[in-house]
Nanobody, 116 residues
């Protein structure tokens, strides 16, 4: 069964940090590049960070230097450490394959709200 379960979101003030997690099940996830996506209010879902099976990472310019993506293959988990959060980081965060399968599954996401 293919499954993605995101958690760890919440309400924080600007400048604070959060670490969100995504537990995956399904061999395809452990053998593929993974990514975090964000859907901000009124906007389309966009990729913000990716990690290959070898640990190479890439980031959307707006989060470079603040966010760090990592993965624990033994635990089938992908993490996103978010530091110095800004109001524009508010949104629902999802993890998935770096190139999601057309018609493939998405998790429920985890809400991150940055507000004073």
């Amino acid at each position: 069964q293919v499954q993605l379960v995101e958690s760890g979101g919440g309400l924080v003030q600007p400048g604070e940090s959060l670490r969100i997690s995504c537990v995956t099940s399904g061999r395809i996830f452990s053998e593929s590049a993974m990514a975090w996506f964000r859907q901000s209010p009124g906007k389309q879902r966009e990729i913000i960070a990716g990690i290959t099976t070898r640990g190479a990472t890439n980031y959307k310019d707006s989060v470079k230097g603040r966010f760090t993506i990592s993965r624990d293959k033994a635990k089938n988990t992908v993490f996103l450490q978010m530091n110095n959060l800004k109001s524009e980081d508010t949104g629902v965060y999802y993890c998935n394959l770096m190139v999601p399968l057309e018609g493939g599954s998405w998790g429920q996401g985890t809400q991150v709200t940055v507000s004073s």
